[in-house]
C-alpha cells in the first residue's frame, strides 16, 4: 500500500513556473515507479512524466523540454516526487494527478488543479 499527497498548484500566468509536489509513504518506495498524470474536462488521464526508483525518467513529448521530475529518496519513510513546470501554456490547465505503480497496483494521489491564465 502506497499513500500519495499532493501539494502546490493554482492559478498562473501563461509563461510562468510553479512546482508542485506529492509525498509518498508506505513500504518498499524503492520498487514504485512514481509519476504524474494530468486530466482535463472530459478526457481521460494522460501520463506525462514518470520517474523510477533509479531515476530514471520519462516524459510525453507534450511536455519534454518544459516539465522537470524529480524525486528525494533520502528520507527512508517518504519519497517525494516533484514535477517543476516551465515555461506554462493554457493547454496545461488540468487537474494533476501523483501515481505511483509498482508490484502491478496503481495508487493514485487526491489531485492538484493548476490554471495557467492566457
Known amino acids: 500500500q502506497v499513500q500519495l499527497k499532493e501539494s502546490g498548484g493554482g492559478l498562473v500566468r501563461t509563461g510562468e513556473s510553479v512546482t508542485i509536489s506529492c509525498a509518498a509513504s508506505?513500504?518498499?518506495?524503492?520498487?514504485?515507479?512514481l509519476g504524474w498524470y494530468r486530466q482535463t474536462p472530459g478526457n481521460g488521464r494522460e501520463s506525462i512524466a514518470t520517474?523510477?526508483?533509479?531515476?530514471?525518467?520519462?516524459?510525453?513529448d507534450s511536455v519534454k523540454g518544459r516539465f522537470t521530475i524529480s524525486r528525494d529518496n533520502t528520507n527512508d519513510a517518504v519519497d517525494t516526487v516533484y514535477l517543476q513546470m516551465n515555461s506554462l501554456k493554457p493547454e496545461d490547465t488540468a487537474v494533476y494527478y501523483c501515481h505511483a505503480f509498482g508490484l502491478g497496483v496503481n495508487f493514485w494521489g487526491q489531485g492538484t488543479r493548476i490554471t495557467v491564465s492566457s
Open positions: 520517474i523510477t526508483g533509479g531515476g530514471v525518467t520519462n516524459y510525453a
Open positions: 508506505g513500504r518498499l518506495l524503492p520498487i514504485y515507479t
